[in-house]
């Protein structure tokens, strides 16, 4: 199958894709290696932002079962993919890629704070420019925060690392027979509620004809590889 290229894109990065072998937190070695991957993207002529999600250390739902208040939780979770967002900083910077961190919470002794203008202006130097703090707001998710900066930063697609090649019709984990979509549309990843991300998300890049490119960020190369109509993955598309 050929895919469509994209030019400029926004890289979602869960947190548990910087997680590696662990069951919680950030490990070195696999943000290096993400860095790796997104260092070859760029090298390929890519333009590339990031949005980080913060779910190998906090998140508000599983905060508010434990009996915090939901918005509270919320906040805190916000607050840990401001870590996550210095450690993938780090790690660029350590192999000469030029950075910038974005907080959608203001904490002007830790990152800019999100300016619209002057994200695009990082990324017209060739910076990559990662998005810290979701959108700021209790009650969402960093899927909701990539499809929106994705539409403000005028991506062509949203790319979602996860820990398959692509979207399935069952748990490629637990059914062996699960096959896998190579393409899909917007409205049936919601009608059908399958999993690629949550369905805000989804309803965003739809209503802004945004395709997201679900693929395996685990796989070395693979970015690059997918980045370039090459690869495994499931493209959702209008
Ligand atoms: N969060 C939030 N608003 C946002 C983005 C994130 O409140 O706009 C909080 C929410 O509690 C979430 C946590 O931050 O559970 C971590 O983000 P997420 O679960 O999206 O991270 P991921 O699953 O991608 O690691």
Redesign the pocket.
């Known amino acids: 199958m050929t895919r469509p290229r994209f030019h400029r894109i926004l890289l979602?990065l869960?947190?548990?894709a910087l997680m590696g072998p662990g069951q919680f937190g950030i490990d070195p070695e696999t943000v290096a290696s993400m860095a790796g991957e997104i260092a070859a993207a760029k090298e390929a002529g890519h333009e590339l932002c990031l949005v980080v999600?913060?779910?190998?250390i906090?998140?508000?739902?599983a905060?508010a079962a434990q009996g915090f208040d939901r918005a509270t939780?919320?906040?805190?979770?916000?607050l840990?993919?401001v870590m996550n967002a210095l450690a993938v900083q780090n790690a660029l910077e350590k192999i000469g890629i030029d950075t910038r961190v974005q907080s959608?919470i203001p904490m002007s002794s830790v990152c800019e704070p999100y300016i619209r203008r002057r994200a695009m202006r990082h990324m017209e130097k060739g910076r990559i420019v990662i998005f810290a703090?979701?959108?700021?707001?209790?009650?969402?998710?960093?899927?909701?925060?990539a499809a929106l900066r994705a539409a403000e930063m005028g991506c062509h697609a949203l790319f979602k690392g996860t820990s398959v090649d692509g979207v399935y019709n069952a748990d490629p984990k637990k059914v062996q027979d699960a096959s896998r979509y190579d393409t899909l549309s917007f409205n049936r990843v919601l009608a059908d509620d399958l999993k690629v991300m949550d369905a805000s998300a989804v309803a965003l890049c739809r209503d802004n004809n945004i395709p997201i490119v679900v693929f395996n960020i685990r796989q070395p190369g693979n970015l690059a590889e997918v980045l370039a109509g090459r690869g495994t993955a499931t493209i959702v598309q209008n």
Do not use: C, Q
């Open positions: 979602k869960s947190g548990e999600g913060g779910g190998n906090f998140r508000g739902i905060g939780g919320d906040y805190m979770g916000m840990a993919t959608a703090a979701g959108t700021g707001n209790p009650y969402f998710t960093t899927d909701t925060a």
